[in-house]
């Protein structure tokens, strides 16, 4: 009887879960500015604005986290 052993050397994404997070909430503030008519308050849509951004460059900052996480990971696996 032959048993085969399939070894994934594949970090997992440590930070996946709030990469997930941070994706649906930016998509959820973008469709609430898309909803907002024309007759929407500007504070209303210039908060909404800044929100956005800040979740963009929070996103691409733990996106980059992450690929650094995996790196690191790569390097250590190559050492051994």
């Not at 399939?6 to 998509?27: A, F, R």
């Not at 604005?49 to 390097?75: F, P, W």
Request: hydrophobic share 45%.
């Amino acid at each position: 009887m032959k048993y085969k052993v399939d070894i994934n050397l594949k970090p997992t994404p440590v930070l996946q879960e709030l990469i997930q997070d941070l994706e649906g909430k930016l998509n959820a503030t973008k469709a609430v500015l898309n909803d907002c008519g024309e007759y929407a308050d500007p504070q209303l849509i210039d908060g909404i604005v800044k929100d956005i951004s800040l979740l963009e460059a929070v996103l691409g900052r733990v996106i980059a986290q992450q690929e650094l996480i995996d790196l690191r990971a790569e390097q250590v696996i190559g050492l051994n």
